[in-house]
């Protein structure tokens, strides 16, 4: 009995230095524009969806310096004994605005990935949203160095899109390249008199509006490019 009772609290202690240690693993890393006076006033934790459900852990933390805010990403993954810090991020972020994450996938490999609120424009008809991919082979997340508005993923065009409203709209089919999202195709849409206009982009940036003659053979672009 006696050497039962020294077993238990032997492994009360095991238990309690092991959680201490991922603990100080998970917050010893931090961005070097954290101050410890800055106030946290929002966190989203994900661990049951992102990236490898059950493996992956994302944590969104929203901090307030005077006017300013920002948000600090940090993306773990599970090994054996503890949550490993993976990659680490720093963004600025309306003061205004909630983080209101949401999970999809973005590039249609299966593993689901994040995007949060960063601003809202347009009366609110841009939701301008950060996006994050999990990258499968990497074990890690790669956060878009921009936000873009009214962020979607179409599965027919394997491709992902953004619209920004105005007084008209334009709408961008986009291509993950890295850490950014490229556009490929730009339709500016008139309220005026209903038309459009479609402009080819190619990697380099340049560009080549298409004739209206020749919309039909982009159909299929131009039958999504509606809001």
């Known amino acids: 009995m006696k050497n039962n009772k020294i077993l238990t609290i032997s492994l009360i202690l095991i238990l309690q230095f092991v959680f201490n240690l991922s603990y100080a693993l998970e917050i010893k890393k931090i961005p070097k524009n954290f101050k410890p006076k800055d106030s946290l006033i929002e966190r989203e934790v994900e661990y049951k969806n992102i990236g490898r459900k059950g493996f992956n852990k994302i944590i969104i933390s929203r901090y307030q310096k005077d006017n300013n805010c920002y948000v600090i990403i940090q993306f773990y993954s599970k090994t054996k004994k503890w949550w490993k810090l993976k990659n680490t991020y720093s963004f600025e972020q309306d003061l205004s605005q909630n983080l209101n994450p949401e999970i999809a996938d973005f590039n249609n490999d299966g593993f689901l990935d994040i995007t949060y609120n960063t601003f809202r424009a347009a009366r609110g008809a841009n939701d301008v949203r950060r996006l994050c991919i999990y990258d499968k082979i990497k074990n890690e ?56 206009q479609l402009t080819l982009i190619n990697k380099n940036g340049k560009e080549r509006v298409i004739p209206k003659k020749e919309h039909y053979k982009w159909t299929k672009y131009l039958d999504v490019a509606e809001f």
């Open 141 to 196: 997340l790669i956060c878009m160095k921009e936000d873009n508005p009214n962020l979607q993923y179409n599965k027919e065009l394997k491709c992902i899109t953004s619209c920004a409203v105005h007084g008209g709209y334009t709408f961008y089919f986009l291509k993950i390249v890295g850490n950014q999202l490229n556009p490929f195709i730009r339709v500016d849409g008139y309220t005026q008199d209903n038309g459009k």
